[in-house]
């Protein structure tokens, strides 16, 4: 940003320009913040002065406001874009960018605006919006610098001068007649070699790349082990078709995040999206009318418990405290599970001992917390029964609960489904009625037997 102002005072400045109607003015002051702040503070304006701000930004600025803001915001720009401006954009963007714009319009609408873009751009992103945009031939952009070896330093740099900056990554490939990709030439290697050297003598033949249809979480942990700043895509022959940057996986891992982090919630990241209520409710509802299916057993339990009315008033006091510790100890186990399994830091011939060792620690842990809660069973229940009862079934929840936590997402990871969702409310509700059960069974067990 050029401008040495706070945001605050920026936002204020622009909310004053667009009230007053001054759009020379507007125009002026736009022009010197940058497109990824406007972005930002689209979301801080009614949708009149969002709509006007896109129309006096250029075609560059406007792509990278419509790239950087929320998707709902976005769909709503685009709405009274005219298709041959959303065309001059879209040129405007680079290719994986403007594929992801047209991506999200309506067919016909997307038909318009590829109908107004340049023939070689059209081609280009028609390609591109043939692949799954959560797959590495959707985030890629194909539009990558890539000689033969046979080409000198001195031809590479003459073509790096030339090329758009937005096809120029940390590495140049090397590729043959058939584009085939042979290696990469680093552009720090490229500038101290001598310039008559030729690529094929310097480039480096390790190359790490992923597929077309490479899955864009299993890219972005590719990126992050090798520390890479851009990963070649090829086909199944090994043709080079494009390359991800690494501004592509920051986008990927920040949207793994929140779907994962909706998924603890028993939530979808779509609702973020959506400003209807219906929306989000159903994005909610389901898992609560399981859960809500769930509590049943828990309340079997304690129906067939209250038979006993005096035993029942004895021990249903606990209850809170059993539910809970079986709980907490449930999502400790399932968080660490759940974050190795997304570190890629728990094999698969792994996964039993890791089991265990949960298990193991929630024992040892129960045993204490055992201990100290049938001490205060005893001391407020007045009946060392209770506090046997409660010292033991809190030990046992404890451990069920824990070993409940580390294999389900183990589980779901071996069903291709996603471990985060074992963590959210569905568990919780399981943990619940299995810890009441536990300790109801325990204390019934304890006091009929020995009452």
């Known amino acids: 940003m050029t401008d040495t102002r706070s945001e605050t005072e920026l936002v204020q400045e622009l909310h004053a320009l667009l009230h007053e109607g001054e759009e020379g003015a507007l125009k002026i002051f736009l022009r010197l913040v940058r497109p990824e702040d406007i972005a930002d503070w689209l979301d801080l304006l009614n949708a009149d002065d969002r709509q006007r701000i896109v129309e006096v930004l250029d075609h560059e600025a406007a792509g990278t406001v419509?790239?950087?803001?929320?998707?709902?915001?976005?769909?709503?720009?685009?709405?009274?874009i005219d298709p041959i401006r959303l065309a001059r954009i879209a040129e405007s963007m680079p290719a994986d960018e403007a594929a992801d714009l047209i991506g999200e319009l309506e067919d016909d609408e997307s038909e318009q605006v590829l109908h107004h873009i340049k023939e070689e751009d059209?081609?280009?992103?028609?390609?591109?919006?043939?692949?799954?945009?959560?797959?590495?031939?959707?985030?890629?952009?194909?539009?990558?610098?890539?000689?033969?070896?046979?080409?000198?330093?001195?031809?590479?740099?003459?073509?790096?001068?030339?090329?758009?900056?937005?096809?120029?990554?940390?590495?140049?490939?090397?590729?043959?007649?058939?584009?085939?990709?042979?290696?990469?030439?680093?552009?720090?290697?490229?500038?101290?070699?001598?310039?008559?050297?030729?690529?094929?003598?310097?480039?480096?033949?390790?190359?790490?790349?992923?597929?077309?249809?490479?899955?864009?979480?299993?890219?972005?942990?590719?990126?992050?082990?090798?520390?890479?700043?851009?990963?070649?895509?090829?086909?199944?022959?090994?043709?080079?078709?494009?390359?991800?940057?690494?501004?592509?996986?920051?986008?990927?891992?920040?949207?793994?995040?929140?779907?994962?982090?909706?998924?603890?919630?028993?939530s979808s990241a779509e609702e973020e999206e959506s400003e209807s209520l219906l929306h989000v409710a159903r994005y909610r509802l389901p898992w609560l009318l399981v859960c809500l299916a769930g509590t049943q057993i828990s309340t079997m339990v304690q129906i067939s418990a209250a038979r006993n009315v005096e035993m029942y008033q004895q021990i249903s006091v606990f209850t809170a405290a059993i539910m809970a510790m079986a709980g907490n100890t449930s999502l400790q186990s399932s968080t660490t599970t759940v974050r190795r399994l997304a570190l890629d830091t728990l094999p698969r011939n792994r996964f039993f001992r890791h089991v265990i060792r949960e298990v193991g620690v929630a024992l040892l842990m129960g045993a204490v917390c055992g201990a100290m809660a049938g001490g205060l069973g005893m001391l407020f229940g007045r009946n060392p029964l209770i506090g046997l009862a409660l010292g033991l079934a809190m030990a046992i929840g404890m451990s069920a609960a824990s070993l409940l936590g580390a294999a389900m997402p183990l589980v779901l990871d071996l069903f291709k489904i996603d471990p985060a969702v074992a963590s959210g409310p569905l568990v919780s509700t399981i943990n619940d009625s299995l810890a009441l059960t536990v300790y109801f069974t325990v204390a019934t067990a304890i006091l009929v037997t020995m009452g």
């Open 66 to 80: 419509l790239n950087d803001t929320t998707a709902s915001i976005r769909s709503e720009l685009v709405e009274d």
């Open 122 to 266: 059209e081609e280009v992103l028609r390609d591109l919006l043939r692949y799954p945009e959560d797959t590495a031939g959707g985030l890629m952009n194909p539009e990558v610098v890539a000689l033969t070896p046979e080409a000198t330093v001195d031809d590479a740099i003459t073509v790096l001068r030339g090329a758009d900056p937005d096809t120029i990554t940390a590495s140049l490939y090397v590729v043959d007649s058939d584009h085939t990709l042979m290696g990469f030439v680093r552009l720090r290697r490229l500038v101290t070699a001598k310039s008559t050297a030729r690529l094929g003598d310097i480039m480096s033949t390790d190359v790490i790349s992923v597929t077309l249809d490479t899955d864009q979480e299993e890219v972005a942990d590719q990126v992050d082990k090798y520390g890479f700043t851009a990963l070649p895509v090829v086909d199944d022959t090994n043709r080079l078709m494009g390359a991800i940057t690494v501004d592509d996986i920051l986008e990927v891992i920040e949207e793994e995040a929140t779907e994962d982090i909706y998924r603890l919630a028993g």
